[in-house]
């Protein structure tokens, strides 16, 4: 069983930045894809950034591309998700997920089996 534990979110104004950390415990960090989603008031969830287990590929939805950036460190057990240039439409609640061995379809929610409990950005304009 792993369990993840984000943090780093509060308030800031546009055109500010943020970093978010996810520490990971109870299992093999390196063998996990590490996944950020995150879901606004009335809206679905929606993947943000992805890191594979194999390779070290990461991955971006468009609106995030060139702003944000996801890293790891397996020593720490730890992946993080830095935001710059934040607009108000990233405002939401972010999710770190995992899942081992795996990470083909990254970008659906339904791939991890992983869940921390979240945690607020909120960007004023």
């Known amino acids: 069983q792993v369990q993840l534990v984000e943090s780093g979110g509060g308030l800031v104004q546009a055109g500010g930045s943020l970093r978010l950390s996810c520490a990971a415990s109870?299992?093999?960090?390196?063998?996990?894809?590490m996944g950020w989603f995150r879901q606004a008031p009335g809206k679905e969830r929606e993947f943000v950034a992805a890191?594979?287990?194999?390779?070290?590929?990461?991955y971006y939805t468009d609106s995030v591309k060139g702003r944000f950036t996801i890293s790891r460190d397996n020593a720490k057990n730890t992946v993080y998700l830095q935001m710059n240039s934040l607009k108000p439409g990233d405002t939401a609640v972010y999710y770190c997920?995992?899942?081992?061995?795996?990470?083909?379809?990254?970008?659906?929610?339904?791939?991890?089996?992983?869940w921390g409990q979240g945690t607020q950005v909120t960007v004023s304009s």
């Open positions: 109870g299992g093999a960090f390196s063998s996990y894809t």
């Open positions: 890191s594979t287990w194999s390779g070290g590929r990461t």
């Open positions: 997920a995992a899942v081992r061995y795996s990470g083909t379809n990254y970008w659906r929610p339904s791939e991890y089996h992983y």
